[in-house]
């Protein structure tokens, strides 16, 4: 799971992944977690996750507006912004993101601005406006 935004606007007893055991451990990297809760289930004891350079906030971290659903980062966003990992292969297939959504429904190109990738679904000055 590589840069993605999630946002909760449910209570502290929020989980925002569950996994089964298994023989397989999941990759989590460079995504904001947006809202009070906790990042994995106590069953699960974060046993099957590899977390790499996310960002785990209760409150807003610096989004354009969350009353509009516009989870594009601003300046604000200093904990996002150049922070992320360079996520490299799996099965000799790019994680890097080359896309990011455009509401509605559709998708524009994703660029690395800065010195590094920014954790989350957009890249701080890449993100197109959105659609309304």
């Known amino acids: 799971m590589v840069n993605n935004t999630l946002v909760s606007d449910y209570g502290p007893n929020t989980v925002f992944l569950f996994a089964r055991a298994g023989p397989s451990t999941a990759e989590v990297m460079n995504n904001i977690f947006s809202g009070p809760g ?3 289930a106590d069953e699960d004891g974060g046993r099957f996750w590899n977390f790499t350079t996310n960002l785990k906030v209760d409150g807003n971290p610096g989004f ?6 516009d989870y594009r980062v601003t300046s604000a ?5 150049d922070k992320g990992t360079t996520p490299g292969n ?9 896309g990011q959504y ?3 429904l ?3 190109p994703r660029s690395i601005l800065g010195s590094s ?6 890249e701080f000055g890449d993100a197109p406006r959105v659609i309304k």
């Open 106 to 108: 559709k998708s524009a």
């Open 117 to 122: 990738i920014d954790t989350g679904a957009y």
């Open 38 to 40: 906790k990042l994995t």
């Open 64 to 69: 354009r507006s969350i009353a509009e659903y």
């Open 102 to 104: 455009l509401h509605p």
């Open 77 to 81: 966003a200093g904990g996002a912004i």
């Open 90 to 98: 799996l099965d000799n297939v790019s994680l890097l993101p080359t």
